[in-house]
């Protein structure tokens, strides 16, 4: 009777290292590498990442101390959405806003705007920063010595500003809006102009912030 032969699933595993025996002598026959759930982790590729400087960094600054660097925080906070979206709120009376981190040397707003709310033409004192729009639409108006510009700001942008950098943003689109703005030092005060006029004589009316 013919025997029958085993399937694939039915054969014992061999073990980690397996005896093969030979005719002329006994060999220890190497484990099997191991197979990586990812493919292709730093893990699989380096060994144990700790052991490798390029891999596990510690010399980089644990908060941002340049414009490049408020501008990566910036982006890093846009993208992370779980993050931000659940915070959002909105008020029918004026902008509504909630700090989102701090470091030394700097803050992170979270801002909503409905339709129609505006920020009126101001300035930040002695900050400066970086902002986004991560929902919705918002349009700038800016004053600078080279006259008026306006602009539509979408998601996906950064702006940019520095101290004494004058401008409006509002919201005139039919949707809701959300942005995320950092300043640097903290936002103390602002210079609110009530007019535009006003704010191209450059005569400030002081409005404490906190």
Do not use: C
């Amino acid at each position: 009777m013919p025997r029958l032969r085993k399937r694939d699933r039915d054969r014992k595993r061999l073990p980690a290292t397996a005896t093969v025996t030979t005719s002329t002598a006994t060999a220890i026959a190497p484990a099997p590498a191991p197979r990586w759930a990812d493919g292709l982790s730093d893990v699989s590729i380096a060994g144990d990442p700790m052991a490798f400087p390029h891999l596990a960094r510690t010399d980089l600054p644990a908060h941002p101390t340049s414009l490049g660097g408020y501008a990566r925080l910036v982006r890093e906070i846009a993208a992370d959405r779980a993050r931000w979206e659940p915070l959002v709120r909105y008020d029918a009376l004026t902008r509504w806003y909630a700090r989102l981190e701090t470091g030394p040397g700097y803050e992170v707003w979270l801002l909503s705007w409905l339709p129609g709310q505006s920020s009126g033409f101001h300035d930040h004192g002695r900050s400066s920063g970086v902002m986004t729009v991560v929902q919705g639409e918002l349009s700038e108006r800016s004053l600078t010595a080279g006259g008026e510009g306006s602009r539509a700001l979408a998601p996906g942008g950064l702006r940019v500003f520095s101290t004494g950098y004058l401008h409006e943003m509002v919201n005139a689109s039919l949707e809701p809006a959300v942005s995320i703005h950092l300043y640097t030092p903290g936002l103390v005060e602002m210079n609110q102009y009530p007019t535009e006029q006003q704010a191209a004589a450059a005569t400030p009316e002081r409005h404490r912030v906190r």
